[in-house]
Every structure is written in structure tokens, then in C-alpha cells.
């Protein structure tokens, strides 16, 4: 794996593996590409969508009446029971999960939201570490059999492809120490943990609990409640997330609105395909653009796509409610380059 002539040589597969680990999400996908996304599904004239969905419903009842924006650590629901008390420190990083699961998981229940989200963030480690370590060996044995790049392009897209794998196989062994010996029960808790430091207000589980892929929930066909609780509680954390300034979640619900085919999420089954509202969520996209940069061709042409389908009225209302949004929830501050495209990848914790 470490002879780059020959890694170079399967530069189709390692592009493959490139798009192959975003496992959990499902939503590695930059802001424009969100934005773009909608573009096809709203040519079609949808508008099936879900009444009685906060996130999802006509502009004038997305949100609740604003709230000033608190730092994203301190983001809670309000039925969030975060016991402030809890002083006791946390493992070193690094350490056996198997020798702290039960301590984290125990100060999690109680409250306890540095551990909660500590419990997040190991067990996704572990889960990545894992699909890894199961994934490469395939992909370098097709390596082995391919033929060299044809090209200068096709060689530099393999040399990225390269340091992408380099670092995945890196990430897995930096990791061995922390997952090895993990029950099977103990990697399945990977979901309820996400959603219990969501709801304790860490910001990248709440993104990474609302962009949810079923596919890639461990265990779910044996844990049919977490659907009726994705189902209860997604929604809460999207609005929650979008009234503490969280970009990422504005380009999930816009996606989701849109009936984006490439969202990969269970968000738009609770939202339904609301093109009022995609294009509220979009104009808020639009006037976060960061600072100094040139609107993309497909965030306009969404925009475009979607105002055509709309009634000016529809329009006004939707621009208004989105300027309300900018000016109370982002404190009209531009997003920075490259902030979507980060929180977006919430459940890619390694490299």
C-alpha cells in the first residue's frame, strides 16, 4: 500500500473510495452543489408537502418567535436536562473506549453533556475506523491489478486519491487502540449516543443525527424505535440548530424542501418537498454568501428554478421571512468560505 507507483495505478478506484467514505451522513456535499441539487426536482412543479412540520411548513411558520443566538456550545433544546454540576474530567483522548463506555454512557444519561458528546465523537471514530479497515484492503487489491493513468490529469487526481487513502489507513490505525475490543451492542450505541449529545446541544451530533443515512445506522433492522425517534426529534434539533446559526442545517433543510434525489436523508420524509419553502431556505443561503466571492451558477439557477414555480407574492413573503432569518439567527454575518462544506462532513470525524 505504500508503493505509490501502484497506488497510482487504480485511479478510478480510488476516486471511488473517495466518494465511498462519507458512510454515515450520507451529505459530503458542498454548499453549491446543495444549492444546485434542487434544480431538477423542482422543474417538476412538486409541492407534496407534509403539514404540521416546524422546519417544513410555509415560511411564515418555520420558527418559532426569534431568540437571540447563543455560542453553538450552548445550543440546547429546551427539553434538554444538561447537568452543569458534572465536574468529574474525561478520559484521556485515545483511551480504550471498552474501559470508559459504561462510565461515559452512565454520566451521559445522567446529563452530563461534555461526556455525551465525548461518547459521540469516539464511537464515531470507531465506526469509521471500522468500515475502513474492511473497505481498503479491497480497493488496494484492485490497485494492484490496474493500469497506470493515460494522463498528467488522470496521475494528479490519482496523487489526491492517494493522500485521501494514505490518511484513511492512518486514520484506522491511530484508532486501533481506542476501539479495540468494542462489543457489537457497544458500536450499535453509536446511534442513540448521537442523538443523546444532540440533544445535550452539540451541534456537530445534531448535524450529523438530522442528515442521518438509514442505510448506514448499525443495527437498525434490530432497533426499530430509532425511526419513530428520528421521526420525534429531527425536526426539534433542525430548528434548534437554525435558530443557534448553523449553516450546515440551512442547506439540509433547503435540500430536504427541494426533494434533493442526492440529500441521501430521511429529513425530506418529514418535511416533504415544499418548493415555498426550499426557496426561503435558499435566499437565506444567498445572503450568507461569504464575503468576496461570486455566487455559484447553480445556487442561482436554484434560486431561478424555484422563484419560477412561485407566485410573486409567494416571493416577497419568502425574501422577507429569509432576511428575518439572516438578521436573528446569523446576525446578517456572512458565512465563511468553506464553513458548509466542513459542517456538512459532521459525521466524518477522522481526516
Known amino acids: 500500500m505504500h508503493n505509490k507507483p501502484l ?7 480510488a476516486i471511488a473510495l473517495v466518494a465511498g467514505i462519507g458512510y454515515y451522513s450520507g451529505r459530503a456535499v458542498a454548499l453549491n452543489d446543495v444549492q444546485g441539487e434542487a434544480d431538477t426536482r423542482a422543474a417538476s412543479g412538486s409541492s407534496t408537502a407534509k403539514a404540521g412540520n416546524a422546519a417544513g411548513a410555509g415560511p411564515t411558520s418555520v420558527n418559532p418567535a426569534p431568540t437571540s443566538a447563543a455560542p453553538k456550545t450552548q445550543r440546547l433544546l429546551t427539553s434538554a436536562a444538561s447537568n452543569s454540576s458534572a465536574t468529574a474530567p474525561l478520559p484521556l483522548p485515545g483511551t480504550p473506549l471498552k474501559d470508559n463506555f459504561a462510565d461515559l454512557k452512565a454520566r451521559a444519561d445522567a446529563g452530563d453533556a461534555a461526556a455525551a458528546s465525548r461518547l459521540f465523537q469516539d464511537l464515531q471514530h470507531c465506526r469509521e475506523a471500522d468500515r475502513l479497515s474492511q473497505f481498503l484492503p479491497a480497493v488496494a487489491n484492485r490497485m494492484l491489478n490496474g ?3 493515460a494522463n498528467p490529469d488522470a496521475a ?21 487502540a481506542l476501539c ?6 457497544q458500536m450499535a450505541a453509536l446511534v442513540p449516543s448521537t442523538l443523546q449529545a444532540a440533544q445535550l446541544g452539540d451541534p456537530q451530533a445534531a448535524d450529523c443525527y438530522v442528515g442521518a443515512n438509514l442505510n448506514n445506522w448499525p443495527d437498525v433492522l434490530n432497533n426499530p424505535d430509532w425511526i419513530s425517534q428520528y421521526k420525534s426529534n429531527a425536526l426539534p434539533l433542525a430548528t434548534s440548530a437554525l435558530q443557534q446559526g448553523d449553516w450546515a442545517m440551512v442547506g439540509m433543510l433547503a435540500s430536504a424542501n427541494a426533494g434533493s434525489p442526492r440529500s441521501n436523508n430521511m429529513l425530506n420524509q418529514l418535511t416533504g418537498t415544499n418548493l415555498l419553502q426550499a426557496y426561503t431556505y435558499a435566499k437565506l443561503m444567498s445572503l450568507g454568501q461569504p464575503t468576496g466571492s461570486n455566487p455559484s451558477t447553480r445556487s442561482t439557477n436554484a434560486l431561478t428554478t424555484l422563484s419560477s414555480q412561485l407566485s410573486a407574492d409567494q416571493i416577497a413573503a419568502a425574501d ?27 459525521c466524518q470525524t477522522g481526516f
Open 7 to 13: 497506488l497510482i495505478a487504480g485511479a478510478v478506484v
Open 147 to 149: 493500469a497506470l493513468p
Open 156 to 176: 494528479q487526481r490519482s496523487d489526491r486519491a492517494l493522500g485521501m487513502i494514505q490518511r484513511g489507513l492512518d486514520f484506522a490505525q491511530n484508532n486501533a
Open 180 to 185: 479495540a475490543d468494542l462489543t457489537q451492542d
Open 320 to 346: 422577507a421571512q429569509a432576511q428575518s432569518m439572516y438578521q436573528q439567527y446569523f446576525g446578517a454575518a456572512p458565512r465563511q468560505t468553506g464553513q458548509i462544506a466542513n459542517t456538512m462532513r459532521s
